[in-house]
């Protein structure tokens, strides 16, 4: 079974419009965390964001916001005011730390057109 | 800032050929871990490493191998290339028990032919 599931293979929004990124996770640990990753054309792979199963409040980084419901497993990603550097593929990730390996397990990705 | 260098932006080998990937971290993280990006799959783990001379298989460790001599290093082997293992390579790396992000490398977009 999938850990990591992102339903959207692509998606096309209009410049600054908010945008929302589905990801919902599989696990049976009570401690763990949930990372978004932006990769550009050019490959790099940067982090935007990270909420661990333990915090109340939803993470937000700027345009970033994490819409984290626990009950559900969903952690979609916000992006407010959606820019044209926004284009990207976006990969929702979860470490799930009772197993103390550090791994971090990735899903298959959104890629994100957003258009003038 | 952290940074991760990957030896090679693009590389092209023949089927057969030994291929090494380096990966170097400036930040004394103690984990490292190498990925294949493949379209439609996401991210697929090959090996981590925890420490020095340490490795551990990942999900898709076969016809690869690792070598962590320094803590800096971590070192992706191809032993004999195939054409299945065309792929977009990427390097990470993270603390120990962090609860925050993996940085990762530029990539090595490898072709076999």
């Known amino acids: 079974a999938q850990k990591i599931t992102q339903t959207q293979p692509g998606m096309f929004v209009q410049e600054k419009e908010a945008v929302t990124l589905d990801c919902t996770y599989d696990t049976s640990d009570q401690s763990y965390g949930l990372f978004w990753y932006k990769q550009p054309s050019s490959g790099e792979m940067i982090f935007l964001i990270y909420?661990?199963?333990?915090?109340?409040q939803n993470a937000t980084e700027g345009r970033y916001s994490l819409n984290f419901q626990k009950a559900r497993k969903s952690a979609n990603l916000v992006i407010s005011a959606s820019q044209l550097g926004d284009s990207a593929m976006y990969f929702c990730a979860m470490r799930e730390e009772e197993n103390r390996d550090d791994k971090i397990i990735f899903g298959k990705g959104t890629r994100l057109h957003i258009l003038p | 800032d952290v940074k991760v260098t990957q030896s090679s932006r693009y590389l092209v080998k023949r089927t057969g050929e030994k291929v090494f990937l380096e990966c170097v971290q400036d930040?004394?993280?103690?984990?490292m871990f190498w990925y294949r990006q493949d379209p439609g799959l996401g991210l697929r783990l090959i090996y981590f490493?925890?420490?020095?001379?340490?490795?551990e298989k990942g999900d898709i460790p076969e016809g690869y191998s690792v070598s962590r001599e320094k803590k800096e290093r971590f070192s992706l082997i191809l032993e004999s290339a195939s054409t299945n293992q065309t792929s977009m390579y990427l390097c990470a790396s993270s603390h120990r028990d962090s609860n925050y992000e993996q940085y990762f490398g530029p990539g090595t977009r490898l072709t076999v032919t």
């Open positions: 930040m004394d993280h103690e984990n």
């Open positions: 909420q661990g199963s333990y915090d109340e």
């Open positions: 490493s925890y420490d020095v001379k340490m490795k």
